[in-house]
Structures are given as C-alpha cells and as structure tokens.
Nanobody, 129 residues
Framework: QWHVAEFGGGLVQSGGSLKLSCEVSGFTLDSAAIGWFRQAPGGEREGVACIRTADSSTYYGNNAQGRFAISSDKAKNTVYLQMDNLRPEDSGFYYC??????????????????????WGQGTQVTVSS
C-alpha cells in the first residue's frame, strides 16, 4: 500500500514564496505522474502543475505559469512545488496526487482528477495582502 503526504504550507505575505513537498511512499518515483491541485473555500479543485517523473516533463496551469515550478527528487521520492510571487488568490488547500505508471503509459490530461490513484490530505496555504 502506498501513501502520499504534503508538507510546507503556511502563511505568507503577498509577493512571498513557499515550497511545498509531496512525499510518496510505497513506490518509487522512477516513473510516476504527480499532480498538484488546489482548492479555495467554496471552490472547485483545480490543477496547478504536474510532472511525469520518468522524463521530467511538466505542465502548468494558467494560474501557475511563470510563478511556480514543479520538480522531482527521485532520491528522496519527493515532488516539490516552488511557489514565488504569491498572491492572495493563491490561498487554499494544496493537494498532491499520484499515479504509478510506466514510461510508456499514456495518461489523460494531467489535470484530470480521476486519473490519479491516491491523494494526500492537503496542506493549507494562506497569502495575506
């Protein structure tokens, strides 16, 4: 059985930075699809960034383009989300989702919620103005 856990949320001022971590246990990140999502109170869960760890290919949502960076550290079995120039509208719970795949596995668009096997409990990010 495998497990996903997020760390690194907190309170930061507008324009500040946070680095979130997604630790995966139970399978290696040699080949996986990892997505970061967020959900504001009363809002829907939306994709932020995703990565296929086999080739480090990434995709960013419009809400993250140019400000956030997703990366993976296979030695630590961890995926990171570096968030810079944060805005109050970035506030919400941030979730990591994982799917264990082979490098040749074709997957849907990586912001498809139902494609992932497991989700973390989320970490809260609050950006004050």
């Amino acid at each position: 059985q495998w497990h996903v856990a997020e760390f690194g949320g907190g309170l930061v001022q507008s324009g500040g930075s946070l680095k979130l971590s997604c630790e995966v246990s139970g399978f290696t990140l040699d080949s996986a699809a990892i997505g970061w999502f967020r959900q504001a109170p009363g809002g829907e869960r939306e994709g932020v960034a995703c990565i296929r760890t086999a080739d480090s290919s990434t995709y960013y949502g419009n809400n993250a383009q140019g400000r956030f960076a997703i990366s993976s550290d296979k030695a630590k079995n961890t995926v990171y989300l570096q968030m810079d120039n944060l805005r109050p509208e970035d506030s919400g719970f941030y979730y990591c989702a994982a799917l264990h795949i082979t490098p040749a596995t074709a997957t849907p668009f990586c912001f498809t919620l139902g494609m992932y096997d497991g989700w973390g409990q989320g970490t809260q990010v609050t950006v004050s103005s």
